[in-house]
């Protein structure tokens, strides 16, 4: 499939274990927060949202967390499995998704 | 329902040559977003088009362009190609600006 970037850093993390995926974002006027997945020779998969009137929010296996202090954003993804490895990316919009500022990615590998 | 559309999933073009894009959002749908991916670069954002308008743009020269149809379609074309040029094409549709948006699997355009 297509490499969706060669120089990503890569989280390396055993199949069972919780996984903490880290972003720093840029615009302090966005209020909407996104976790995407992407698989090799795939577009880019939702997984999670946070709006910035909230600190947490949880879905299956996935908690995000929002600290609007330090504008960081983590996702973690709880008994990760071999089908989480994947390419994962934060994007930020303002005012809705309709133009999305994404970061730069992070290569999440699971071993068995 | 079917997801996003994009058509065609590869391209291969020559240096100075136009090429058209295509993408049909999810039935219902009325926001289309474009974005560039590249290793270097990673995601970013070209257009937004809704209800036939363009809303947003992202900070692409002027050989970038785009327009959508009444039925939602979207077509983005890049006119004088570059070597540059080369990445993978993805749009996402949105039933509204505050709802998540679905991306496509993306046209994987190279220029030689």
């Known amino acids: 499939g297509e490499s969706v970037g060669l120089h990503l850093p890569t989280l390396s993390v055993q199949e069972g274990d919780n996984s903490i995926i880290n972003c720093a974002y840029s615009?302090?006027?966005?209020?909407?927060f996104i976790w995407y997945k992407q698989e090799s020779g795939k577009g880019p998969q939702f997984i999670i949202d946070?709006?910035?009137?909230?600190d947490k929010r949880q879905g299956q296996r996935v908690t995000v967390l929002l600290n609007k202090t330090v504008k960081h954003l983590s996702l973690q993804i709880a008994a990760t499995q071999p089908g989480d490895s994947a390419v994962y990316f934060c994007?930020?919009?303002?005012?809705?998704?309709?133009?999305?500022?994404f970061g730069a990615g992070t290569r999440l590998a699971v071993h068995p | 329902k079917a997801g996003v559309t994009q058509t065609p999933r590869y391209l291969i073009k020559t240096r100075g040559q136009q090429v058209t894009l295509s993408c049909s959002p999810i039935?219902?749908?009325?926001?289309v977003s474009w974005y560039q991916q590249t290793p270097g670069q990673g995601l970013q954002f070209l257009f937004e088009?809704?209800?036939?308008?363009?809303?947003n743009k992202g900070n692409f020269p002027g050989r970038f362009s785009g327009r959508q149809f009444s039925n939602s379609r979207s077509e983005m074309n890049v006119s004088t190609l570059e070597l540059g040029d080369s990445a993978l094409y993805l749009c996402?549709?949105?039933?509204?600006?505050?709802?998540?948006?679905?991306f496509g699997q993306g046209t994987r355009l190279t220029v030689v």
């Open positions: 996402a549709s949105s039933l509204r600006q505050d709802s998540e948006a679905f």
């Open positions: 946070i709006r910035s009137n909230m």
């Open positions: 088009y809704f209800s036939e308008t363009q809303r």
């Open positions: 994007a930020e919009g303002s005012g809705g998704y309709n133009k999305l500022i």
């Open positions: 615009n302090s006027a966005s209020d909407y």
């Open positions: 039935s219902g749908h009325r926001s």
